[in-house]
């Protein structure tokens, strides 16, 4: 039986095949259009997006392997390798040490709106939008949105849950640098069980949610650790992450080529079905 490991590894050895079948499969179509330049672009895009899928299957090992002194930590650091000659960083991050978003309180979204920065008129918009979006009816807040507001952009408030996070850069007074400060931090994929974790947390979530609030002591050896200046609890390697939810980020790069992508995965401790994707960008 392999163990949960040898799954992983497998994986990534299927990943090369299909990185080989790929590349020999764009070759020929350049042959047959006789527009080699444009398919060679197309296969370095192929040849990228499997360095990314290798980087995603080697931290599902990584974070499956029954070898504790060989598992991954959900600390939230990078870690650097590299795959067919491209150079990946991969950074794993814990959902459960960022802010649930369908179940944040009022308080908690003001504070986290104005730690990216809102203020004044801003931050009541983008309050009182937030708080249209996810409720059942139809009338706006004083600053906030409804379907009439959002007419002339082609969508509608869900009335409902977010159901992911790039639907908070949806509403009613979010800018590309608050969203950018606050998506990193907020999570739909919390999980139903388990409560806010300090030690794999998010800085931002951490200064909402932490007993100590902002600016404490807390918060900065958080800051220390993801710098890699303070060592992370060995806790984080030993933790049993079956049924955990976890973001792994891939950046792939060889000369000017670049790539990154992410993918939210749940452990399964099943050797013959080892993780289930939540989500794929």
Known sequence: MRSRGDSGFAMIAALVAVAAFGFISFQLIAQDRG????????????????????????????????????????DGRSRSGSFNGYAL????????????????????????????????????????????????????RPNGAEAPQYASL??????????????????????????NRVAPAVTVFFGESGGFSEQTSQIVALEVLGEMGANSMQVQQRQQQLAGTVAMPASLTKANLIGRTLTVRVEARQGGAYMKRSAIVELTGNPADPYWLRYLD
């Open 89 to 140: 960083t991969v950074t794993v991050e814990d959902e459960r040490g960022k802010i649930p978003l369908n179940g944040i309180i009022m308080d908690e979204a003001r504070q986290l709106f104005q730690i990216a920065g809102a203020s004044g008129d801003q931050l009541k918009t983008l309050i009182d939008s937030f708080e249209d979006w996810e409720d059942v009816d139809n009338t706006p």
């Open 154 to 179: 082609g969508y509608k408030p869900r009335n409902a849950g977010f159901h992911t996070v790039e639907e908070l850069h949806m509403i009613k007074g979010m800018t590309d640098d608050i969203y």
């Open 35 to 74: 527009v080699l330049a444009e398919v060679r672009g197309e296969a370095e895009q192929a040849k990228l997006t499997a360095a990314c899928n290798a980087g995603l299957m080697l931290a599902i090992a990584g974070l499956a392997n029954p070898d504790l002194t060989q598992r991954w930590g959900i």
